[in-house]
């Protein structure tokens, strides 16, 4: 096992009495409970740790958290457990951890498309796929073969992922997103003024950049006041702390995701029972955005070459983790906060070569701090190139101009192993992007800040270009009040608490982010922007020569901030390199903005719990058990299993429907018919929202009323239908097919929302809130008066399409009397924890009548009987309520112009030669035409035949003695009673007389009685 040759021997927050074993490479290796993966890596003195996309060049850790470019793992010791895309800096370390790099063939120590890329680099410029595939066309396999094997990062497991993950919904007044100075400030202040906070972090542990700092807070180290903080907002039940917690995404309506990690640091799969990751889906009254900068590297030759490392990277592994990246350091900076890492790095023991600034005469208390240390400070120059191959081995310096625009003496070779660079600071604006605000040039602090937005959101800290640490806690302190007194809370008395801050001052930063070469970019080493999509210097040059002057395209010709970094290190040196190729400056350049996710997501998280069989769940009504005790086969209509049909010992199916219509017809039989979509309408405008919806007329529909309509999309077409109920005068309630309900809803908000927000109207699904039982047949009013006395059953008290409340076997019911079997029927609706009571009640009184349970197949024999349609069995989407011979349902003249009222105008759906909607009587009554049987005039005609329309409902009707049918036939309302021809595959032919498609009581005098 390998010793831990960079581990100090003292410092970090690392526990040094835990030690854990992991694996890099099938290779063992040794690291400490609080160590990264990332750390513990470099604590063993692992250099390289992947290849580059392109070029297959070596890549060594980079940074210490988010924006790792180039420390991305697969996890997983089995094919199970596999994860790809792991950013090793923030992968906390356990014992038996496998990873591995997710680039190099055949190793990440000898790869070959490393050799490629040494040898053939200058043939792969930007946008060489693009061109690659231009020609020869007959090339194009061979290409893409190769070029598929080399992109990518990483792979998915073959094995289905054992772990489970979650969801949870949760509501605050502020969130605040990041734990550093700023954010815990601000997380205390609204707190103390009683507003409920969830505080998100990416880190393990609280506390950002004051982990690692220099500076002491009232006298303490930094950490002290951190620990003090957290304690605090521990004990406050109203905050709740959310570490390992990313927010990844923020959408309109201060509506947040956060991607919480709950197992990740514990081993390959989560303790039995334990989520593995949960996604918090947040609704905030005010968001503070506290989420930091982020330090820029400098664009140099070889800046890839495994030892260049961010500055602050650097710091944090000696300060927050014990370990150190090297032995002999070289500091290039264009500003004093770098210096802290010269400094850090010096007090480990470990030698300073020079700290090199490439501004030409900084004076200041970190430079004479410096120098007091016996520091060589190389002025007005830079490291123009790194020297080495699989680890820094030098550092060429030479003299700049003071613009920082060219090289103006000779270069100077520094013996070094580890190359540390500093270009300033980036503000993290992602999460503001996201919600569409265009982020604003600040020349003062060299980078881009938040701009407007329409949400409620505050920004504090870093975030805003206030980079001390002072002025990062009394910003987020005064923030944070501000954030709870917007949610409503009094901050009356509340005085931010004064902290004394002991740290130097700074002074101004050089804005420079490419540095120049003595050789054209074109010509020298290769300068690295973006090290995950390996792109250039010299690659954005070449873009925008080709003519890419927008930011936009650039990143896209490049791929520039496409990696799962998303740009966060070198997207403003891209956009800086690309403005000075353009000769403008970066405001006139512009940025590109972000989109979710800020860091990538699992698959696993962004589906939660919604799998294997809860991916689809299944539904039941209250009454499911009764139906599996009484031997009823189930279907599956959307989500719901409903029951089919009920056969008795040694009954066929056919048996069993014939029985039911029959029972049903003479006497009274009852449906399951709890899955009916419900959606309950309320609100001022609720009746002509409705009426621009339905495509009849609703305006006069009195309380107590029930009306069947017909909704159609915007071409016209028939997508639903049910019958809708007036409760009250702006009261409705909708029912919609059972596979159609969230649809139904989905489409009626769309409307509310995108083309009448003016209207006063809410909807709410509530079909699991009603049981409904429909009985029909002749005997079914007598059978309902045993079960009410507060319900007036008289004909001419309670007509057809009207409704009533009472009480139904002593439960509160609303009672419908509308028929989809053409029979005297009563919808009963009771609340769903009565419906099995109901249910037996009506089976207890309804022995005497023979009561019969019938499912859905009967259910589609009585109403095709009627011809009734079924949406989606009668309608495929391509017909309009003309051609179902439904123009009754059709209200021209009323004051809304109703959705589809254009669409059944055009050209095509006004032709003669529609297909339509009839009935189909065959000539053997007997024979039953298979559902989907396309029809023909001339059943000799040679293949392939004129078709006509096709059969959609079919079935035998024992109440009838024969078959009936109803399909789809071109012009058929005009050819009533003329012949058919439906052809089948065994060569055989069934013949047909179009007819009206009510075969049954065509006056409704049954459903009148």
């Keep these: ?408 003496g000779e270069g100077t070779v520094l013996t070094c192993d580890t190359i540390a660079t500093s270009g300033g600071w980036s503000p993290v604006v992602h999460l503001s992007c996201h919600t569409g605000s265009r982020p604003v040039w600040r020349s003062d602090i060299h980078g881009f800040v938040p701009g407007e937005t329409v949400q409620k959101q505050l920004i504090a800290g870093a975030i805003s270009g206030n980079y001390s640490l002072s002025g990062c806690l009394k910003d987020g302190a005064d923030i944070g009040l501000l954030a709870a007194a917007n949610a409503g809370h009094s901050t009356d008395g509340l005085a931010v608490a004064k902290l004394k801050v002991d740290e130097l001052a700074e002074g101004e930063a050089m804005a420079l982010y490419s540095i120049p070469h003595s050789k054209p970019n074109s010509r020298a080493p290769k300068q690295f922007v973006d090290y ?167 305006a006069k529909l009195a309380v107590g009323k029930c009306r069947y309509g017909l909704m159609c999309g915007e071409d016209g077409m028939v997508f639903d239908d049910g019958v809708t109920s007036c409760l009250g005068e702006n009261h409705f309630l909708m029912t919609t097919t059972s596979g159609g309900a969230a649809r139904v809803l989905e489409w009626l908000e769309l409307y509310h929302q995108t083309e009448w927000p003016e209207l006063e109207v809410y909807m709410t699904s509530v079909t699991d809130h009603w049981a409904t039982m429909s009985i029909a047949g002749p005997n079914s009013r007598k059978l309902l008066a045993e079960l009410t006395d507060d319900i007036d059953l008289d004909k001419e008290a309670f007509k057809f399409m009207d409704w009533r409340q009472g009480t139904v076997a002593g439960v509160p019911a609303r009672v419908f009397r509308i028929s989809f079997t053409g029979e005297l029927s009563y919808e009963i609706n009771v609340p769903a924890h009565f419906g099995m009571h109901v249910w037996k009640k009506l089976f207890e009184h309804g022995a005497k009548y023979n009561l019969t349970p019938y499912g859905t197949e009967t259910m589609h024999v009585l109403r095709a009987e009627k011809g009734f349609i079924i949406v989606g069995q009668d309608t495929d989407g391509s017909v309009h309520p003309y051609d179902l011979g439904m123009s009754w349902c059709v209200a021209e003249t009323k004051p809304y112009s109703f959705v589809g009222k254009r669409g059944m105008k055009r050209e095509d759906c006004v032709r003669v030669d529609r297909k339509q909607m009839v009935g189909l009587k065959t000539k053997d009554p007997r024979k039953v035409i298979p559902e989907g049987s396309q029809a023909v005039d001339n059943p000799n005609q040679p293949i392939p035949m004129t078709m006509l329309g096709h059969v959609t409902s079919s079935y035998y009707s024992a109440c009838l003695g024969h078959s009936i049918a109803m399909g789809l036939v071109r012009n058929g309302l005009n050819r009533m009673g003329e012949t058919v021809y439906y052809p089948q595959a065994d060569g055989s032919v069934i013949e047909a007389e179009i007819c009206s498609p009510i075969f049954l009581d065509p006056k409704g005098e049954r459903q009148n009685v």
């Design 532 to 698: 995950q999509n390996d792109v250039t210097a010299a690659g954005i040059e070449l873009a925008t020569r080709e003519g890419f002057e927008s930011i936009e395209h650039v990143k896209r010709y490049t791929a520039m901030g496409f990696g799962t970094d998303q740009g966060k290190l070198g997207n403003i040196n891209g956009m800086a390199i690309t403005a000075k190729s353009l000769n403008k400056t970066i405001p006139q350049t512009g940025t590109t903005v972000f989109r979710p996710n800020y860091t990538p997501v699992t698959f696993g998280a962004i589906a939660g719990r919604h799998c294997r069989d809860l991916f689809d769940p299944k539904r039941y009504t209250a009454m499911h058990e009764w139906h599996v005790e009484n031997g009823a086969k189930f279907e599956d209509v959307g989500q719901w299993k409903r029951p089919w049909y009920y056969p008795k010992p040694g009954e066929t199916m056919q048996d069993a429907l014939n029985r039911e219509c029959k029972a049903t017809r003479d006497s009274v039989g009852v449906l399951d018919a709890s899955t009916l979509g419900k959606i309950d309408i309320q609100g001022k405008d609720a009746r002509e929202f409705i009426s621009r919806i339905y495509t009849n007329a609703w």
């Design 1 to 408: 096992m390998a010793t831990q040759k960079n581990r100090l021997k003292s410092g970090g927050r690392i526990d040094r009495n835990k030690p854990l074993t992991f694996f890099f490479n099938d290779q063992p290796y040794q690291g400490y409970e609080g160590d990264t993966l990332a750390s513990a890596l470099i604590a063993n003195g692992v250099d390289v740790i992947g290849r580059s996309f392109k070029y297959g060049r070596p890549r060594g850790i980079m940074t210490a958290g988010a924006d790792e470019p180039n420390a991305i793992m697969q996890l997983g010791a089995t094919e199970a457990t596999q994860i790809p895309n792991v950013r090793a800096t923030q992968q906390e370390l356990y014992a038996g951890l496998h990873c591995r790099p997710t680039s190099g063939w055949p190793s990440v120590d000898f790869d070959v498309m490393g050799l490629i890329g040494q040898f053939f680099g200058r043939m792969l410029p930007p946008g060489f796929y693009y061109k690659t595939f231009m020609f020869p066309e007959s090339f194009w396999e061979l290409y893409e073969k190769f070029i598929r094997k080399a992109a990518g990062f990483g792979r998915s497991p073959r094995e289905r992922d054992p772990d489970i993950y979650d969801h949870m919904n949760q509501h605050t007044d502020v969130l605040v997103v990041g734990a550093g100075p700023a954010g815990l400030s601000a997380a205390l202040s609204a707190a103390r003024a009683g507003a409920r906070v969830i505080l998100a972090d990416e880190n393990a542990e609280f506390g950002g950049s004051l982990l690692s700092c220099r500076e002491t807070v009232n006298g303490e180290p930094a950490h002290q006041w951190v620990k003090q903080a957290v304690e605090e907002l521990e004990q406050n039940e109203n905050v709740l702390l959310l570490p390992k917690s990313t927010v990844n995404g923020y959408h309109d309506h201060n509506f947040l995701t956060i991607h919480q990690r709950l197992a990740d640091h514990i081993a390959d799969k989560a303790p039995e029972g334990k989520a593995r990751q949960r996604m918090h889906r947040v609704r905030a009254k005010w968001v503070v955005l506290a989420t930091g900068a982020h330090e820029r590297p400098l664009v140099f030759g070889n800046n890839d070459i495994p030892g260049c490392m961010l500055a602050s990277s650097v710091s944090t592994y000696i300060r927050q983790y014990g370990v150190i990246p090297g032995r002999n350091l070289v500091l290039m900076t264009t500003n004093d906060h770098a210096y802290r890492t010269a400094f850090d790095w010096q007090d480990t023991g470990r030698k300073v070569i020079a700290i090199v600034d490439t501004r030409q005469n900084p004076t200041g208390p970190y430079i004479d701090e410096a120098k007091n240390r016996g520091i060589q400070v190389i002025t007005g120059s830079a490291v123009i190139q790194a020297e080495g191959g699989k680890r820094v081995d030098g550092a060429m310096i030479a003299p700049i101009s003071a613009d920082g625009d060219k090289v103006t």
